[in-house]
């Protein structure tokens, strides 16, 4: 089942402001970590404090925005694997690659402890991407029984921090090989 954030119906300039505001907010944090003033968020999106403000009256609120779009990016991919068991490695390998590439917002998100209050609907959904494959996998014997999505969450976001902590060539494929070990996988391609 997926739970949905809602977003009240916006006109089609606001909905661009609202856009740009989250675009320039994950390219910011990307960039500079997850405090940066809202004024120079406001300066990125080429709209001014107010209109950021009015659509994003608190820190929390902003994050969980950039957050739902790192979630609607898994969900892309996952809508596009098939009822295979192997559908579970293919996830694996493309959210690793996803989070690789967009490392530095793991800041926004340790754990699912550190969720802004509201923010829960997004670990629902994170968990309904990978519920489906991973039960598959499980019956067809490819990972572990008791395995479970907070678990996969979990690695996903150890293999992230691990990238972003440290550049050198190299690391990205070792986590990735660490990362698919540890949810019972084997060695990836080029591993």
């Given at each position: 089942?997926?739970?949905?954030v809602?977003?009240?119906?916006?006109?089609?300039?606001?909905?661009?402001?609202?856009?740009?505001?989250?675009a320039?907010?994950?390219?910011?944090?990307?960039?500079?970590?997850?405090?940066?003033?809202?004024?120079?968020?406001?300066?990125?999106?080429?709209?001014?404090?107010?209109?950021?403000?009015?659509?994003?009256?608190?820190?929390?609120?902003?994050?969980?925005?950039?957050?739902?779009?790192?979630?609607?990016?898994?969900?892309?991919?996952?809508?596009?694997?098939?009822?295979?068991?192997?559908?579970?490695?293919?996830?694996?390998?493309?959210?690793?690659?996803?989070?690789?590439?967009?490392?530095?917002?793991?800041?926004?998100?340790?754990?699912?402890g550190?969720?802004?209050?509201?923010?829960?609907?997004?670990?629902?959904?994170?968990?309904?991407?990978?519920?489906?494959?991973?039960?598959?996998?499980?019956?067809?014997g490819?990972?572990?029984?008791?395995?479970?999505?907070?678990?996969?969450?979990?690695?996903?976001?150890?293999?992230s921090?691990?990238?972003?902590?440290?550049?050198?060539?190299?690391?990205?494929?070792?986590?990735?090989?660490?990362?698919?070990?540890?949810?019972?996988?084997?060695?990836?391609?080029?591993s």
């Amino acid at each position: 089942m997926s739970v949905e954030v809602r977003h009240p119906r916006l006109r089609a300039d606001a909905r661009a402001n609202r856009d740009a505001i989250v675009a320039a907010a994950a390219r910011l944090y990307a960039e500079h970590g997850p405090d940066v003033p809202f004024a120079d968020i406001a300066k990125a999106a080429g709209v001014g404090r107010t209109t950021l403000a009015r659509r994003f009256p608190t820190r929390d609120a902003l994050r969980l925005a950039v957050l739902e779009q790192l979630i609607e990016a898994l969900e892309e991919l996952a809508a596009g694997l098939p009822d295979e068991p192997d559908a579970f490695v293919t996830l694996v390998d493309g959210a690793l690659a996803l989070l690789a590439e967009r490392a530095s917002l793991v800041d926004l998100l340790r754990s699912a402890g550190d969720i802004p209050a509201g923010g829960e609907p997004l670990v629902e959904r994170s968990n309904a991407v990978i519920a489906g494959p991973l039960r598959r996998a499980q019956e067809a014997g490819l990972v572990a029984p008791d395995l479970e999505p907070d678990d996969v969450r979990l690695v996903w976001t150890m293999v992230s921090t691990a990238v972003r902590a440290d550049r050198r060539p190299g690391i990205r494929e070792r986590a990735n090989r660490l990362a698919r070990a540890a949810i019972g996988l084997p060695r990836g391609p080029g591993s």
